[in-house]
Nanobody, 114 residues
Framework: VQLVESGGGLVEAGGSLRLSCAAS????????GGWYRQAPGKQRELVAGISGGGRTNYADSVKGRFTISRDNAKNTMYLQMNSLKPEDTAVYYC?????????WGQGTQVTVSS
């Protein structure tokens, strides 16, 4: 199973980015998917999750600003990030649980300037 992320970059505060995570397996068949982030000196944290049935959940710090979604036809999971803040700066990782094994992408850097 491979996960390939894209869409990170440098953006000014208040701007938007959309991260993509292309999977080598059927996204429709995953148990659960999610986006995590890790800032320097901090632990990796869950940003947003989506269940196999499509139910979503978000960290309090991103509710109302970030949206997780998936396109089953493209086997791709997305994270739309709006109203970005400097504290959103981190390496973002996509994650899936597929057939009860966990897989990670390589990470993509998101930097928000003030």
């Amino acid at each position: 199973v491979q996960l390939v992320e894209s869409g990170g970059g440098l953006v000014e505060a208040g701007g938007s980015l959309r991260l993509s995570c292309a999977a080598s397996v059927s996204i429709f068949s995953i148990n659960v998917g999610g986006w995590y982030r890790q800032a320097p000196g901090k632990q990796r944290e869950l940003v947003a999750g989506i269940s196999g049935g499509g139910r979503t959940n978000y960290a309090d710090s991103v509710k109302g600003r970030f949206t997780i979604s998936r396109d089953n036809a493209k086997n791709t999971m997305y994270l739309q990030m709006n109203s970005l803040k400097p504290e959103d700066t981190a390496v973002y990782y996509c994650n899936i649980v597929f057939k009860f094994s966990t897989y990670w992408g390589q990470g993509t850097q998101v930097t928000v300037s003030s």
